[in-house]
């Protein structure tokens, strides 16, 4: 589809603990860099750009997770 032109933004949901890992793995199989999007960053995001910033500025491929999950 990214080759098409039918998307402009990616996002893959991964554990937490595999974020790094997809994000190698992500980059080597398709040569298309991703940003990881966990709450700090989407928070010094914010503060930079103001609270009505939207995640999608940061680029068009992510990993999302939440690195607060399993505490």
Same mark, same amino acid.
Request: hydrophobic share 40%; no cysteine.
């Given at each position: ?26 980059? #080597? @199989?398709?040569?298309? @860099? ?8 989407? #928070? ?9 910033? #939207?995640?999608?500025?940061?680029? #068009? ?11």
């Amino acid at each position: 589809m990214l080759l098409r032109r039918r998307i402009d933004h990616m996002g893959v949901a991964a554990p937490a603990g595999m974020v790094r890992q997809w994000q190698v793995e992500l980059e #080597s @199989a398709f040569g298309q @860099a991703f940003t990881i999007v966990d709450r700090d960053n989407l #928070s010094d995001h914010r503060r930079e750009r103001g609270f009505d910033a #939207s995640p999608w500025e940061m680029g #068009s491929h992510f990993i999302i997770f939440d690195n607060r999950a399993g505490r």
